[in-house]
């Protein structure tokens, strides 16, 4: 596609309830990038996939967090049990090399967990 | 951690007026990026400064970096009211991952 697309652009959820975002990265893209941004503060990483090396999962909070890429194409970060602290922007990043070229950004999902 | 550090946090100035944002940062790198976001969503890449550059220059936009001192400065020239976003540095380290770290970011408001 012409742009890295998220999906759902907003969700509220229950606590308790598992929630699923979706991750579109540019095309022919090898490098996907998730990071999660609380309000009004900066990037915390999550997780990283490089083509099919085993993905970097050093960010993910808990083990609750969990990632999944299908091959160089879609993404999808699943969130079990949510907590009031998961309520944040996801957003995703993906870019054509091993990480040292520029990230596209999607325009994020908004979580809200009540 | 790798994490770069953006000061000041905030910032404030008038149109017209330059506005400088350092971040300094712990690893050696290979490159530092610098990134705006508008909105709180989507983050849009400004200019990528290579460890081996001191200075990179960008239309309004002027970065330098000095790896000897682990920091980077983004200069934007005659701002602009449409300059008011949250910008942030990225660095890559020395991880052989390459995955990208970014700071905590600094938030211009230009005054019209």
């Known amino acids: 596609g012409a742009g890295v697309s998220q999906s759902p652009s907003n969700k509220v959820t229950e606590k308790g309830k598992d929630v699923e975002l979706r991750c579109d990265p540019i095309s022919g893209h090898t490098a996907l990038y998730w990071y999660r941004q609380r309000l009004g503060q900066g990037l915390e990483f999550l997780i990283y996939f490089q083509g099919n090396s085993a993905p970097d999962k050093s960010g993910l909070p808990s083990d609750r967090f969990s990632a999944e890429r299908t091959g160089e194409s879609v993404s999808t970060l699943t969130i079990q049990r949510t907590q009031q602290e998961d309520s944040a922007v996801y957003l995703c990043a993906s870019s054509r090399g091993q990480g040292r070229e520029k990230l596209f950004f999607g325009s994020g999902t908004q979580l809200s967990v009540l | 951690s790798q994490q770069g550090e953006e000061d000041p946090q905030a910032l404030s100035i008038q149109e017209g007026e330059n506005a400088t944002m350092n971040c300094s940062y712990k690893t050696s790198i290979n490159n530092l990026q610098w990134y705006r976001q508008n909105s709180g969503r989507g983050l849009v890449h400004l200019i990528l400064?290579?460890?081996?550059?001191r200075e990179k220059h960008s239309g309004r936009l002027r970065v330098t970096l000095d790896t000897s001192k682990k920091s980077s400065s983004l200069l934007i020239t005659a701002s602009r009211a449409a300059d008011t976003a949250s910008y942030f540095c990225?660095?890559?380290?020395?991880?052989?991952?390459?995955?990208?770290?970014f700071g905590q970011g600094t938030t211009l408001q230009v005054k019209p």
């Open positions: 400064i290579r460890s081996n550059e």
């Open positions: 990225a660095t890559d380290g020395s991880s052989n991952t390459g995955k990208l770290i």
